[in-house]
Structures are given as structure tokens and as C-alpha cells.
């Protein structure tokens, strides 16, 4: 496991300081590539004040310590679009954004796999056939086109949901009104991310239970009397659900960018959001900084599904790796 | 308790119907221990996924257990019958424990379907039983990767024991375990077995001849041969399982290994008639045009239409009587062969040993035809070959071949390769030119020896030994004979040249499919190459069986003697000491008597018969007496205490 902690401990190195070297590597000096053409609208006084605030000020190395001490003070500069500290405005919309990837995740996942193993038990069957074509189709839908659909339908026309946002504004709910509140805002992204995620996990699953079923275990299984509904979970899906897990976390990352359109389709003030609309408005300091944060949740994700399966696998435990290393 | 009735299974694949099995029947009673072996692909785990209601492809025919049809049995009546009443160890290929749970988890799994909830006594069972199969309990908790192969299988010997079944199905129990884990095991599945039944499947025999009492021959899909797992190991009837047999090394064989010729059949396109007859060394029109069904034959069952293994040639009490000169002029009588008898089967090697002057070569003379004995006959197929007549004599001559103990007298100097090779097939009538030139060109080939003009027209003196010896086993291969004398074929050669020779020799046999008679005075070189072994003495058979039997357990003391007298690279001198004795009365009593350091009263007055001993037969009164002495040997006794 040691070895892992160095894994990550090394990525985080490698990605600190690509975000610190990149701008200075582009032609030109780096407020240029940050700021753009906004920096010829600044006051000289104001360019010495911005390139103080970002530590441009002595030898390289001077400003690589003057960043990684910023990073760790939490300061990952100031965003002139929003008018506040760049770390400040992606506190605020975090909690939107894992609220909506972590449920639609959830959600996802459990279908998916659920399909998934009735799917690759009866592979070849009628179910499995209807649901490979329903799968497949629903895979040819982008995002923002299953948001605008969904939004088109079930909001616009039936009126069953919120147009856009997280909350409805200055309504003044409280307790358990609030939290209906933010479900019924929370239903149709979550849903356009969910339809989107369950070919992904149902295809996977499906893959990995039909290679499961081959394995002589199952052989086994079946030769000890044991109910079919027992082997097909307890020991097809448990060995097959692998590579769900492994995945689960390269997801993560993929979701973070995968919101960005959702959010903006149905205006939800999540990070994917913020970053449209600093993309937008050239707001570097904002961009970069909600691309840290992107990059931190996925090594996190990451780590936590290394936790995850050697709990699930124990051949991916400590003494089974020696043991796999030396076959 | 277990009826198995003209059970097929069938796949369909890619390349189209596969018949995996084809009217299967076997019968296991209660308590029964059976075999069924078979090389890799003959259906032997189908056959056993069958009657564990696995098997993916279409099964027709019928399965009975006490009477109940197992082909009709729903998954949910399965549920019931598995592990319960009918348990399998499968053949262990790897990642047959599932890697995510516990050695003991699984084993304890099957009880606890049938017991919900009894979890204090699945522990108890589960490790008991693994205690038993001779695991720790460390390896209980084991995650199974981390185990070895033995330690696997026993784990799964324990859990197909847990619910208590009837009847126990092992598949391959024993195979790629090291001999001491293999030996372990296989004493542990003998003591379970004292109270199931069993049903072996293997290819490997010596497990099978351990732990089963019965066995079936199993090949591409049907059943060869059925009987008493000893004497069909030993003394098989079908050509196949002498094949099977003749393949399977074990620690006192002493004739090199040989494969079965051939290819194992594609079972898309399974042969016509008898799966086994484009491999057989026997087969006829029929075998290829009808299958044969399996017929009650003494203690088992075959399915052979020529009824097993055929008898190509048989001596029966065969005497030559030369005159001799005697003491002023008289002319005397001695007998060069005297009462012999020899049986060859069908693509065997016989090997006859014995030392020079105990009549060896004029008893091949005999047999070959060349030779009219005084009395006795010689048959060839159950045709007296000396009374045979014109155009079957000549096919006779045809069929039955013999090498010469000298090449360089056995041919004309003046005539070249090719005409040497040319000329039985011209005697005989066979072909016109071009195929004959053909035949002789394919015939050198199979020797290895080159086709090519320059050495077609070589002179026998051009040659050396080794190439001229080949030119007359050329020369007799171009008959494409069944039965093969050799005469001391490699006596005047070198050990290099002698080994290629005879290794030339025992392929040839193998892929033409002829039995060879070799005659030889050189013991070892008779272990090497014989699948059964003949020693004479004075014109006489005094001991004859497998191989593997005769040097391991030899009865006759000449025998032993010619043994102990075997070439060895050890360096003490012989302490050879013939005892000469008179006997009270000459040309009665046995005629071993005289060196013989056994011998007591009974052996100067009567001839011992040649009787059966086991696998052997042996013509000594004081047979028991070397067996006994036999069995005392300290070496084999240690080892039986170890497993």
C-alpha cells in the first residue's frame, strides 16, 4: 500500500506543477496568457499588484515556493468575473455539483450493474437482447441533448419540474419544504446524467459477468446444489463487479466534465457552471482553479476506489501482491 | 444405482455437430468402484457433467439414478440432487475455488444450503472434513490463490464431501500433483471410498488401478472395452487400450514409450464404423463400414469386431530334430527345438531371449515358415502354415517376413539396391514397373535411407553395415508384411548403430502396424524393445510375459540368471558359477536341473509344465520359492510402508 501513497503523492507533484509551469512556459509573460487582452486595459499599478499577487516577482524558484505557500493557505487567486476569491466561489458551488454526481453516480451505477447481471447471466436471451438494444440506444444520446429533451417535455410542456436552478429564489422554505425543494430541482439533471451513466456500467457489468461465468468457480458453485440466484450474485456478480469499482473512480473524473453541460442546460450552479461561465469570460485564475479542484476530487476518487477494491478482491490486498508479483 | 443407457451428447458448434458421446451405456451398482479412461477429448468430464446435470450440449438417451430419470430433472430438482446425493470433484484447472471467499466459507457453503442457519455445525463439519484431507488450519481461512494445487484439491475433495453424497464423481483427482501429494491422495480417496460409491474419471492409470475394481474404455465418444480394473490394465483385450496402456509410463517400465499412431479423430467428422479403426493395426473392410457394439465378453465387455486383439501367429509344441554325427560315424539325434511354443499378437513385439544354442534362430525359421519343425504345427491366423498351398503360400510369404541374422549373407553381391528391394515384389507379381520402382523408392524412405539414383545402383560391398542392414529391412517392408522376424538384426552392430536401428525398427512397428518377433541373445536390449518377453532354454519356453512383470519379477532362476548376466557398466567381474549336477536319469526331469541352484528332488524326475503365474507363465517347480524371495526384497517393501 505504501507504494500507492506514493503513486498519488507523485501525480499531485506532477499536477501542482504543470499548473504552475504552463503559463509561464506560453509565449509571452504569464499575466498575458492569464489575463489576455484585459491586461492592456490595467493600470501599470495595477499590473505590478497582480504580479505580486501571483508571485511573479524574482527567479523561478522564488515563485514556485511563493505558489506552493498560496496553494496551501487555500489561495488559488481572485476571480475579477465573480469579484471574489476564486477558492471562495468554488466552495460555495461544490456542494451543488456533488450533490448531482454523486447521486446520478449512485443511481447509475446501481442500475447499470443490476441490468448488467441478468443481462451476462442470460447472456444471448430475450432480456438480454432487449436490453443490449435499449442500452444502445439510449448510449447515442449525448448529455445536453437527453437534458434538453427532458427538459422540453417533462418541465416546458408538462410542467412537472423546475425550468433551471438549484433552489427556487427567495422562497423561504425550510426543513423538510427546503428539501423537497432542492429534490425537485435535483430530479431532471439527475436523471439526464443517470440515463447517460447506465450504458457505460450495464455494458461493463454485462462483459465482465459473461467472462465470470466461464471461470471453472462457477462450475463449482453450480456442482454444490447451491440456488441459481445464489451463484449468479454471491459468486458471479461479487468477482465481476471488479472492474465496475476500478472504473467507478476514472468515472468520477469524467462526470466533473460531463456536468459542465447539464449544469449549464438546466443553469445549475455547480462547478461545471462556474466554469462555463469563466470559460467564457476569460477568467483564468477561475478556470485554473476549478480544474485544480477537478483534478484533487479525481485522485481522491481515485484512491478511495484502490481502498474500495482491495475490500471487494483480496488478491488486491498487501501480501497478495507480493504474491501476484513473483507468479 | 447409477444406470446409464445409450447416452449421446451432442454440440453444436462453428464447424458444425460435434458427437462428444455416442451410445454411452455403463451400470454402477452400490458401493461399486469404477474407472473410465480414455486420452484427452474422448468425453470422459461430458460424460460426467452429464450425470451431474452440467453438460451445456443436447443430451438424448437415458440416465437413471435408484430408478429415477435424471434427463427430465428441472434446475430446482438439481438443487436437491447435487452435493447431496450425487457429488462431483472437478477436474482442477485452476481458479476452481472462487478467489473472493475463504477456503472454509466455500466448503461450508453446500451444508449451510441444506441446513440454513446451522452455522456452528457447518464450522464443525467443514473442518473436520478439511482436517481429514490433511489440511491445517491455517489454510482454512486461506483465500484460495494463495494455496497450492494439492492443497486446492483436497479443499475441494472436502467440499464435495460436506453434504454426505452417495455416489462421488473425480475427475482427474490426481493429475499434475507431484507423485507424494498424488500418493497422499490417492490413499485418502481409498479410505473415503470403503463406504461411497465411485466413479474415477482419468488418464491417469496408475490412479485408476488404485481406486477403482472396474474400468470402461472410453474413446472418442464410445465405450471400447469394459472390465476388472487389473487384467484390463494389464492384459488389455481391445487394441486401443493396449495403446493406452503401452503409452503410460510407470516406474517398471522398461520399454521405451510409445505414442498412439495416428491422429485422434475429428468428432465433427467422426470415421465410419469403428472410431478407433483408422488407428487400429487390425482393422478390416468391416470395422470401417459398421460400428461395433459392445458384446458381454468373460468378466467385461468389448466392442471389437475382430474380438480384441488378434493372435497372428502361434507355435504349438513345435520340435526340430537334427541328425548329428556321432561317436564312430553313427548318426545321432538331438532336438534344436524341443516342444516349444509361441504365440505373437497383433501389433505386439515378442522378444526372444536366450543364450546361443538354445535354438532361438531355428524356432524363427520355423515360425517364418522356412523351416518345417518334426512335430507340431505353426499357424498363422489359424492357417497351418506348412500345409498351405500355391497362391496361399505365396501370400503367405507375403505376410510374414523375416530379417536375417547377417545382412551381408542375406543378400546377393551381385545384384544393386534397387534390384535387392525390387525383387519380392517381383517374385510376388505385384504392380508393373513404375509402381514397383514407386514402392521401392516409398520403402527406403520409411528406412531412411535416400531414393536417388546413385544409391539404387549401389553394389551391397559400396554399403556400410548399418546402410545394408537397412536395405533388407527395406526389402522386407516393401511387402508391407503384418508379422516380422528379425534374427539378432543388430548383434554385429555398434551400440550407436544398434540404437538407431532398433529405434528405426520399434517406429516402423508402431506406424506400419506389424508385430515384430525379435530374437535376441541381449537381455537388455529385450527390455528396451519388447512388449512381452520369451526366455529359452534347450529348445524350450521356460518363462514368457510382460516385460515390465518378467524384469521386475522374474521366476525362472535362468531368467535371473541371464538378468544378473545383463550388460551393466558396473565394475565387478561376474562371479558366474554353473553347477553341474548329474541327474539319476538323462532326458528326464527338468532340463534347467543341472545349473539350477534351486532344484530340489521332484525337478530330476519331472519336467515342470509351463504354467500360468499371475501375468507370467513359467515352466519351474520351484517357482513359488523365487517369488517368495522376490517379495522379500527389502526395496519394494520400505516403499509400500512410506505411502
Given amino acids: 500500500m505504501k507504494r500507492r501513497y506514493l503513486d498519488y503523492i507523485l501525480a499531485l507533484v506532477v499536477i501542482l506543477s504543470l499548473n504552475f509551469f504552463l503559463p509561464r512556459l506560453m509565449p509571452g509573460d504569464p499575466l498575458t496568457a492569464i489575463y489576455g487582452d484585459a491586461l492592456l486595459d490595467m493600470s501599470p499599478e495595477l499590473q505590478a499588484q497582480l504580479a505580486e499577487r501571483y508571485g511573479l516577482e524574482g527567479t523561478l524558484g522564488e515563485q514556485f ?42 443511481i447509475s451505477t446501481f442500475i447499470g450493474v443490476l441490468i448488467g447481471i441478468e443481462s451476462g447471466w442470460r447472456h444471448g436471451g430475450r432480456l438480454d437482447s432487449f436490453l443490449i438494444v435499449a442500452v444502445m440506444f439510449l448510449n447515442g444520446i449525448p448529455s445536453f441533448f437527453m437534458g434538453i429533451l427532458l427538459l422540453l417535455f417533462l418541465s416546458f410542456q408538462l410542467h412537472l419540474f423546475p425550468l433551471s436552478g438549484a433552489v427556487t429564489p427567495f422562497s423561504g422554505y425550510t426543513g423538510m419544504a427546503l428539501v423537497m425543494d432542492i429534490l425537485r430541482h435535483l430530479f431532471l439533471p439527475c436523471l439526464a446524467l443517470t440515463l447517460v451513466q447506465i450504458p457505460r456500467n450495464f455494458l461493463l457489468m454485462r462483459n465482465s459477468m459473461i467472462g465470470v461465468i466461464r471461470t471453472p468457480y462457477i462450475l463449482t458453485a453450480q456442482g454444490k446444489g447451491l440456488k441459481e440466484r445464489v451463484i449468479q450474485y454471491r459468486h458471479a456478480a461479487r468477482g465481476a463487479l471488479l472492474p465496475i469499482i476500478t472504473r467507478l473512480g476514472m468515472s468520477i473524473g469524467l462526470l466533473f466534465t460531463g456536468v459542465l453541460f447539464i449544469e449549464t ?63 | 444405482m447409477l444406470d446409464i443407457n445409450n447416452l449421446k451428447v451432442t454440440f453444436d458448434t462453428r464447424m458444425g455437430e460435434v458427437n462428444v458421446l455416442n451410445q454411452v451405456s455403463l451400470k454402477i451398482a452400490p458401493g ?77 457453503e453446500p451444508y449451510l444450503k441444506v441446513n440454513p442457519g446451522k452455522k456452528k455445525e457447518a464450522f464443525n463439519r467443514a473442518s473436520n472434513l478439511l482436517k481429514k484431507v490433511g489440511l491445517r488450519e491455517d489454510h482454512f481461512y486461506a483465500y484460495p490463490f494463495t494455496l497450492s494445487g494439492g492443497e486446492v484439491q483436497r479443499g475441494l475433495i472436502a467440499m464435495a464431501l460436506i453434504n454426505d453424497p452417495e455416489l462421488l464423481i473425480l475427475d482427474e483427482p490426481t493429475s499434475a500433483l507431484d507423485a507424494l501429494t498424488r ?65 503410460y509410463p510407470t516406474r517398471t517400465t522398461v520399454k521405451d514409450l510409445q505414442g498412439i499412431r495416428g491422429e485422434f479423430p475429428s468428432l465433427v467428422e467422426p470415421p465410419s464404423g469403428c472410431p478407433f479403426h483408422p488407428r487400429c493395426t487390425q482393422a478390416l473392410e468391416k470395422c470401417s463400414q459398421e460400428k461395433p457394439c459392445l458384446v458381454e465378453a468373460e468378466e467385461g465387455a468389448l466392442a471389437c469386431h475382430r474380438g480384441g486383439i488378434i493372435t497372428l501367429l502361434r507355435g504349438e509344441n513345435l520340435v526340430r530334430r537334427f541328425p548329428r554325427q556321432g561317436k564312430e560315424g553313427k548318426e545321432i539325434y538331438f532336438n534344436a527345438v524341443d516342444g516349444a511354443g509361441v504365440t505373437l499378437k497383433e501389433g505386439e513385439i515378442l522378444a526372444l531371449v536366450g543364450e546361443s544354442g538354445s535354438g532361438k534362430t531355428t524356432l524363427a525359421h520355423i515360425l517364418a515358415g522356412i523351416n518345417q519343425p518334426t512335430e507340431g504345427k505353426v499357424y498363422f491366423q489359424d492357417r497351418e502354415i506348412y500345409s498351405l498351398k500355391g497362391r496361399e503360400k505365396k501370400d503367405l510369404r507375403r505376410r510374414l517376413q523375416i530379417l536375417f541374422q547377417n545382412p551381408q549373407e542375406a543378400v546377393s553381391h551381385r545384384m544393386m539396391v534397387h534390384d535387392l528391394v525390387e525383387e519380392p515384389l517381383e517374385i510376388q507379381g505385384i504392380g508393373d514397373k513404375e509402381t514397383r520402382v514407386q514402392g521401392v523408392k516409398e520403402a527406403l524412405g520409411l528406412v531412411g535411407l535416400p531414393g536417388d539414383s546413385f544409391f539404387l545402383h549401389k553394389y551391397p560391398h559400396e ?140 525337478c530330476s524326475r519331472e519336467e515342470p509344465p509351463l504354467k500360468e503365474k499371475g501375468f507370467q507363465r513359467v515352466a519351474c517347480h520351484r517357482a513359488a520359492a523365487l517369488e517368495k524371495k522376490n517379495n522379500n526384497n527389502s526395496y519394494y517393501k520400505e516403499i509400500k510402508k512410506v505411502l
Fill in chain 1, 65 to 106: 515556493i511563493t505558489y506552493v505557500t498560496n496553494l496551501l493557505r487555500g489561495d488559488l487567486g481572485y476571480s475579477y468575473y465573480f469579484g471574489a476569491p476564486v477558492t471562495e466561489v468554488i466552495l460555495e458551488a461544490l456542494p451543488w455539483t456533488l450533490l448531482l454526481v454523486g447521486s446520478s453516480l449512485l
Fill in chain 1, 265 to 327: 442546460v438546466f443553469a445549475y450552479p455547480g462547478t461545471g457552471y462556474i466554469f462555463y461561465l469563466a470559460l467564457g469570460k476569460h477568467d483564468f485564475p477561475m478556470v485554473q482553479g476549478t480544474l485544480f479542484f477537478i483534478t484533487l476530487f479525481v485522485l481522491a476518487a481515485n484512491f478511495l476506489t484502490d481502498v474500495i477494491s482491495a475490500k471487494i478482491d483480496p488478491r488486491l490486498r498487501e501480501h497478495a501482491y507480493q504474491l501476484l508479483d513473483r507468479t
Fill in chain 2, 32 to 108: 461399486e468402484r469404477v474407472g473410465i479412461i480414455g486420452e484427452s477429448g474422448s468425453g470422459k468430464t461430458t460424460l460426467a457433467l452429464s450425470i451431474m446435470g452440467l453438460v451445456q450440449g443436447q443430451v438424448q438417451g437415458s440416465i437413471k439414478y435408484r430408478g429415477e430419470e435424471l434427463l427430465d430433472k428441472r434446475e430446482e430438482d438439481w438443487e436437491k440432487i447435487r452435493s447431496k446425493k450425487i457429488s462431483m470433484v472437478f477436474q482442477n484447472t485452476g481458479e476452481m475455488l472462487n478467489p473472493v471467499y475463504t477456503l472454509l466459507d466455500q466448503v461450508m
Fill in chain 2, 183 to 247: 500418493a497422499e491422495l490417492i490413499r485418502l480417496l481409498d479410505e473415503i471410498a470403503q463406504n461411497k460409491t465411485i466413479l474415477v474419471i482419468s488418464h491417469d492409470l496408475s490412479t485408476v488401478i488404485k481406486l477403482t475394481r472396474r474400468t470402461a474404455v472410453l474413446y472418442a465418444g464410445s465405450i471400447m472395452e469394459t472390465g476388472p480394473t487389473e487384467s484390463l490394465l494389464r492384459e488389455p483385450k481391445h487394441p486401443y487400450s493396449r495403446a493406452l496402456v503401452r503409452a
Fill in chain 2, 463 to 602: 554399403l556400410s553395415g548399418g546402410e545394408l542392414q537397412r536395405v533388407t529391412i527395406a526389402r522386407a517392408l516393401v511387402m508391407k508384411p503384418k508379422v516380422l522376424i528379425a534374427d539378432e538384426p543388430s548383434a554385429s552392430l555398434d551400440a550407436s548403430v544398434q540404437a538407431k536401428m532398433l529405434k528405426l525398427l520399434m517406429h516402423l512397428q508402431n506406424e506400419q502396424g506389424f508385430a515384430l518377433f525379435l530374437i535376441t541373445h541381449d537381455l537388455a536390449l529385450a527390455g528396451k524393445v519388447g512388449d512381452r518377453v520369451a526366455v529359452m532354454f534347450l529348445g524350450k519356453i521356460v518363462e514368457e510375459g510382460p516385460t515390465s512383470e518378467v524384469f521386475r519379477f522374474p521366476l525362472h532362476p535362468y531368467t535371473e540368471l541371464l538378468l544378473d548376466m545383463a550388460p551393466s557398466l558396473e565394475r565387478e567381474v561376474p562371479s558366474l558359477r554353473r553347477t553341474v549336477k548329474l541327474k539319476e536319469e538323462e532326458g528326464k526331469g527338468c532340463p534347467y536341473y543341472a545349473h539350477c541352484p534351486y532344484s530340489t528332488e521332484l
